[in-house]
Structure formats: structure tokens, C-alpha cells
């Protein structure tokens, strides 16, 4: 079955990096679009990065753009998330996501309605 599973969430002080993977199993990895949300408490969840099926089109929140960048590797099945020059206002928990299209062209589906499988989540959590 499809399996996504986050890790390398932590504390990290404002200004600091993480980096954030996402390993895949269960189904053909590079014919899905994949993407980055996060939930801080008590807000809903938001859309913060989406890449294409062989990484060549990203797309970005403003909230992170210039900071993050999304980026994937098909011969891994892994999904990443690099975090730089981190805010307080980025803590939440962080979660992978999978296009529920396959083969969807390229574009910048920002909706979690649209995306079908979720990991359990990692938490981010940015002190300052």
C-alpha cells in the first residue's frame, strides 16, 4: 500500500537550516507530482511546496519562497525539504503529500484536496 513517512523534523534556533525527507513506498514514485504542507496549532493547513514529477517545475508559498526549496530524488523514492533561514513562524508539523492525479501536468496545485495520501507528519519547531 502507499506509504509515506517523514523525518528529520527537530528545535532548531531562528535563523538556523533543516532538512526534511520523505521516503515512498507502494506505488510508481516519479508519475506523481509531490508536495510539502504544514499545520501550526490551532491554524489549518497550509501548502508550502510543490515539485514535478521528474523535478523540474517547483512551486512555492510566499511564506517560504527564497528560504526553501523542494526537490525529490525518483531513484530513491525520497522527497526533500530544505529549510533555511528559519522563523518562529515556521514551526508546525510538517507533512509530504502525494498528487492524487497521476501524470498531472506540470502547475501549481496549492489545494490539499488535491493531494490523496499524507504521511504521519514530523514536527518543526523553530525557537527564537
Known amino acids: 500500500q502507499v506509504q509515506l513517512a517523514e523525518s528529520g523534523g527537530g528545535l532548531v534556533q531562528a535563523g538556523g537550516s533543516l532538512r526534511l525527507s520523505c521516503a515512498a513506498s507502494g506505488f510508481a514514485f516519479s508519475t506523481y507530482a509531490m508536495g510539502w504542507f504544514r499545520q501550526a496549532p490551532g491554524k489549518e493547513r497550509e501548502f508550502v511546496a510543490r515539485?514535478?514529477?521528474?523535478?523540474?517545475?517547483?512551486y512555492y508559498s510566499d511564506s517560504v519562497k527564497g528560504r526553501f526549496a523542494i526537490s525529490r530524488n525518483n531513484a530513491k523514492n525520497t522527497l526533500n525539504l530544505q529549510m533555511n533561514t528559519l522563523d518562529p513562524e515556521d514551526t508546525a508539523v510538517y507533512y509530504c503529500a502525494r498528487d492524487r492525479v497521476a501524470f498531472r501536468p506540470s502547475s501549481s496545485i496549492r489545494n490539499a484536496g488535491e493531494y490523496d495520501y499524507w504521511g504521519q507528519g514530523t514536527q518543526v519547531t523553530v525557537s527564537s
Open positions: 515539485v514535478s514529477l521528474n523535478g523540474g517545475f517547483t
